[in-house]
Every structure is written in C-alpha cells, then in structure tokens.
C-alpha cells in the first residue's frame, strides 16, 4: 500500500502512515526520526536493524490471554511517532540507530523464531513498531507461513488503512492507552487521544485479540474519575472481556514524578473491574500483584501467575473454566 503522497513538483511528500501526517520536503526525516523523503517517496530508514531481541513469557508484553505460558520472540528497532516524558524504553524509543546496528532480514529473524523451544511467534516491540511498518508486515507474512503468531505491542497512533493491513497480518495487540484525556496526549505525549481510540475500536471489531495497557503516572492520569470514564468506553466499544492491566509507574527519562503508590493502582483496579471482567496490575509485587486470572462466572482462579511464571489451575485447552465451562480466553 502507498504510505506516502507526491505534494507538488519539489519533491514534498506527505507520509500517511500515521496521524501526524508529517509534510516532507527531500532529505527531512519525519517526527518518528526514522522515515525520511527520498526524491519524493518516504523511505523507512531502519529496515531491518535491531535495537534487540529475546525470548520473552508472552506475559511480558503484558498479554495474559494469548497462550499464556508461552514465550514468544521479541524483537525492536529504534524510534517512535510519540515523544513521551515518561518513556521506559526512551534510550532507542526517542532516538534513532547508532552506526554499525546490527540487521536482521525477515528470513534471519523468522528462522530465530522457528528455532526458539516453546515459542508460538514474533512480538514486535520495545520501540513503536508501527513506524517499523514494512519490515513488520514482511516478517508478519513470513512468520504466519512458518506456522507462528504475530504480535503487535504499540501506542495505536496509526491511519486507519494501514492499521488494517496490518489487522491482516498480526493475532495479537496489546495497546498502549496512556490516558482518557486529550489534554494528557497533547501535553505529554505530542499526541492526541482519538485514534488511539479509534486503533482500539477498530482492532476489538476486526477479532484479533486485544489487550490494553495503561502506565499510572501520579497525579497526571490516575483520577478516579479518569479511569470509570477508561473502563465504561472499553466495556462498551471493545468489549468487557478484553483485559486491562494497570502498569505502576517509577521515574524514568525526563520526568521525576515519583512512584505511582500502590494503593493508587489497586483502587484504580477496584473502579476499572466495576466495568472489565479482567483488571490485571503491573510492576507490582507480593500480594499487590493482581496477576491471577479469575472466571467471572464462578470465580475460580483459571490461571495462576507468580512473576512471569504461569500455572494453569482451572482452563481447559481451548480456553474455557473447568469448573463452569465459562469462555475466558479464544486465541485458537
């Protein structure tokens, strides 16, 4: 599909990948740091080159209802269409590569992927993978033919065509929302709020599986209010069963906010399940660490997580509570 568009005769191009639709003249690199205008076309920069990859618990990413237990390769570049103040990942996130980054082509990373013991696929993530678009969607096809999933961990700021090409090629989203407020996107982030919600609507209708993810920054985006409006337009625009996790925030890149108190993520987790049958809590630890997945309908634990380590309780191989048959996961 054409990511770009010819604005006049010198050269100017608009890219289209994303809805900051940056205005391009020849050899100017967009906001991502990572597209640049090459006589005329917007080229990805990065194709290709890694900031890293491991093998992961697919928990990680977070997605708890995407065969958990699983691990999945994970692989980032560098980059991202977002300029967040409170980045965890700001060291490649916010900057492009260094000279000499290490390559891999699709083939070489799906050949990783298909050697890795107990892995189901490719997570593409660290940095913002929708800027990484078509080494993304040629390793995507790749993957999917070898018999693996595809996994996309992003912040949803993407045009709605080529989010549904990639629709077409990913299994699984975990979504970034990092606030339910417009101000916050456009404050913190450079962003605004709307197509993220969009990405999320958009994802949730197209059957792919779907996880969101909201880091709790104290005093920027952890009103209660906040997060009953966060969880009803879930509950009603993606559904009551996509899983939310509520991440706790400590002090990274340029903002010294402090730690989120645990306290905060646990009564904001108490608003959100009012809404959400699955409310999940991160970077926590010991008895704050609400990882456990419950059966809505009876209440049993179906999954149990210490850490990252994931022992089936109570769920069937195709997804459902032992004890009541309730449908909890369908990844199949």
Known sequence: ??????????????????????????????????RENRNGMIDLLTYGIISGYAADPVEKKPLYHFFPGSNILSVGSYGCNLSCDFCQNYHISQNGPPPGSARLLPEQLVARAVREQNN????????????WY????????????????????????????????LISVIDAFNIDLKAFSNDFYRKYTGATLKPVLDAIGTVAASGKHLEITTLILPG????????????????????????LHLSRYFPMYLRDTPVTPAETILQL??????????????????????GDTVCPSCHSVVVKRTGYHTTMTGLTDDGRCTVCNEEIMRWV
């Open 1 to 34: 599909m054409r990511l770009s568009k010819n604005i006049d005769g010198d050269g100017t191009a608009r890219c289209l990948l994303c809805p900051h639709a940056c205005l391009l003249k020849p050899g100017e690199r967009g906001i991502c740091r990572v």
């Open 120 to 131: 189901i696929g490719i997570a593409y993530t660290y940095n913002e993978p929708v800027i």
């Open 134 to 165: 078509e080494y993304v969607t040629d390793c995507a096809n790749l993957a999917a033919a070898a018999g693996l999933k595809n996994v996309l961990v992003t912040n949803g700021y993407i045009n709605r065509e080529p989010l549904n090409e």
């Open 220 to 243: 920027l985006n952890d009103s209660a209010g906040d997060m009953q409006r966060e969880a009803e337009w879930i509950a009603q625009n993606a559904g009551k069963q996509v899983p």
């Open 269 to 290: 987790k108490d608003i959100a399940s009012e809404y959400l049958d699955f409310v999940y809590t991160g970077n926590m630890s010991g008895r704050d660490a609400c």
